[in-house]
């Protein structure tokens, strides 16, 4: 009988959350064949199988968060019992001993009782449960002695018709690590945003004579800004109280894919030709939607831009990617009547830039500056 193990996919990585089996019990597994859907704190991967045989049984379902090795399933041969398995984590019990023990359990708590007392409840109340198949010790009573009335199981039916009207799913794995970070980012920091209107008008020029994306254009600028401001391009470690300023410019790129926000990182990026970071750019959005992004593409980020122009948004107020300093969010471009140096009016391609920042580290002129100095390169660009 071969062990099924939650794997460990990163050095950092403790546990795994299940999304979902590919495979039920009693089904045939070749080995290689995609076998469950694991996501850690970082990424989503399948897991093959490691071996061929049938899956005799899933220890723990889906929407479950496992700690890495601990056995999650088992595939033996055809035929093969599980009585002949002992759970190496807890060898006093094996599977079907653990499945006689909720069998037993169930036994013991009948309908009508509560921990092996039979609870205590009106005729009718009894009567009206019994028609429901309905476990009185789920049923908080509010006779005397916690004595359950007609009203306490009409109480529980309706609160309970209207839980089965609602979809209620678990986050998933990344999805609860989006919801960590960004709760982490909220208390921990001071955050403030400053924002500022930009024209881009030569800058879209130039992207389409190069076909490249807008996008890759402001990266390239990006990485040349933090070059000069390298205060922006930092950690800060609230606990240690540690400044860390880097000298590689790793810059993140927020993308939006079907299970969640993910931020693959451009590395070294104020080194890179504008052509080589359009087509990495366009590398690392095509992995994180696909799923097919790695532990080493989403790691080292030392600042992040994040881009909801084409989703129709002007502006926002972009949250901390922690331990980050400060993050530069894009919104929509659009055209505008702007009055010029002389006085003329002319329809130009507006848009919004908002820079947060951590206000510990990073005082609110220095944010003007780094504002500026973006804004001078995006209206007069140079992307050689």
């Given at each position: 009988?071969?062990?099924?193990?939650?794997?460990?996919?990163?050095?950092?990585?403790?546990?795994?959350?299940?999304?979902?089996?590919?495979?039920?019990?009693?089904?045939?597994?070749k080995?290689?064949?995609?076998?469950?859907?694991?996501?850690?704190?970082?990424?989503?991967?399948?897991?093959?199988?490691?071996?061929?045989?049938?899956?005799?049984?899933?220890?723990?379902?889906?929407?479950?968060?496992?700690k890495?090795?601990?056995v999650?399933?088992?595939?033996?041969?055809?035929?093969?019992?599980?009585?002949?398995?002992?759970?190496?984590?807890?060898?006093?019990?094996?599977?079907?001993?653990?499945?006689?023990?909720?069998?037993?359990?169930?036994?013991?708590?009948s309908?009508?009782?509560?921990?092996?007392?039979?609870?205590?409840?009106?005729?009718?109340?009894?009567?009206?449960?019994?028609?429901?198949?309905?476990?009185?010790?789920?049923?908080?009573?509010?006779?005397?002695?916690?004595?359950?009335?007609?009203?306490?199981?009409?109480?529980?039916?309706?609160?309970?018709?209207?839980?089965?009207?609602?979809?209620?799913?678990?986050?998933?794995?990344?999805?609860?690590?989006?919801?960590?970070?960004?709760?982490?980012?909220?208390?921990?920091?001071?955050?403030?945003?400053?924002?500022?209107?930009?024209?881009?008008?030569?800058?879209?020029?130039?992207?389409?004579?190069?076909?490249?994306?807008?996008?890759?254009?402001?990266?390239?600028?990006?990485?040349?800004?933090?070059?000069?401001?390298?205060?922006?391009?930092?950690?800060?470690n609230?606990?240690?109280?540690?400044?860390?300023?880097?000298?590689?410019?790793?810059?993140?790129?927020?993308?939006?894919?079907?299970?969640?926000?993910?931020?693959?990182?451009?590395?070294?990026?104020?080194k890179?030709?504008?052509?080589?970071?359009?087509?990495?750019?366009?590398?690392?959005?095509?992995?994180?939607?696909?799923g097919?992004?790695?532990?080493?593409?989403?790691?080292?980020?030392?600042?992040?831009?994040?881009?909801?122009?084409?989703?129709?948004?002007?502006?926002?107020?972009?949250?901390?990617?922690?331990?980050?300093?400060?993050?530069l969010?894009?919104?929509?471009?659009?055209?505008?009547?702007?009055?010029?140096?002389?006085?003329?009016?002319?329809?130009?391609?507006?848009?919004?830039?908002?820079?947060?920042?951590?206000?510990?580290?990073?005082?609110?002129?220095?944010?003007?500056?780094?504002?500026?100095?973006?804004?001078?390169?995006?209206?007069?660009?140079?992307?050689?």
């Amino acid at each position: 009988m071969y062990e099924i193990k939650m794997p460990k996919f990163g050095l950092t990585m403790e546990s795994g959350f299940i999304e979902k089996w590919f495979k039920k019990e009693g089904d045939m597994v070749k080995e290689g064949e995609p076998l469950l859907e694991v996501s850690s704190e970082k990424i989503t991967n399948e897991v093959a199988s490691p071996v061929s045989g049938i899956l005799l049984k899933i220890i723990f379902q889906e929407q479950e968060e496992i700690k890495v090795g601990t056995v999650i399933a088992l595939i033996g041969e055809e035929g093969e019992k599980l009585k002949e398995y002992q759970a190496k984590e807890e060898p006093k019990k094996s599977v079907v001993e653990l499945e006689k023990e909720e069998i037993s359990s169930t036994k013991i708590a009948s309908p009508d009782t509560d921990r092996g007392r039979r609870r205590k409840a009106s005729p009718l109340a009894r009567k009206i449960a019994q028609e429901k198949n309905l476990d009185l010790s789920r049923i908080k009573g509010t006779g005397p002695d916690g004595r359950i009335e007609k009203c306490d199981i009409l109480n529980f039916l309706s609160f309970a018709s209207k839980e089965e009207e609602l979809n209620i799913e678990k986050l998933s794995g990344l999805r609860r690590t989006i919801m960590e970070r960004l709760s982490k980012s909220f208390h921990d920091a001071i955050t403030l945003t400053n924002v500022t209107e930009i024209d881009f008008t030569e800058l879209k020029k130039i992207s389409k004579e190069q076909k490249v994306s807008v996008t890759s254009g402001l990266i390239f600028i990006l990485a040349r800004v933090l070059k000069e401001l390298n205060k922006f391009n930092a950690h800060f470690n609230t606990e240690k109280k540690e400044y860390i300023l880097f000298k590689n410019i790793n810059i993140g790129i927020a993308v939006d894919t079907d299970k969640g926000l993910m931020v693959p990182v451009i590395r070294e990026a104020d080194k890179l030709k504008l052509k080589t970071i359009n087509e990495q750019l366009k590398e690392l959005v095509d992995k994180s939607r696909s799923g097919a992004i790695s532990e080493r593409d989403i790691k080292d980020s030392t600042f992040t831009i994040t881009n909801l122009g084409m989703m129709r948004t002007d502006f926002f107020t972009p949250i901390l990617n922690p331990p980050e300093v400060a993050i530069l969010g894009v919104g929509r471009i659009l055209k505008k009547p702007c009055i010029m140096e002389d006085d003329k009016i002319a329809i130009r391609e507006m848009a919004y830039l908002s820079l947060s920042y951590d206000h510990r580290v990073i005082d609110g002129a220095d944010a003007a500056r780094f504002l500026d100095k973006i804004a001078q390169y995006i209206e007069i660009p140079n992307l050689e």
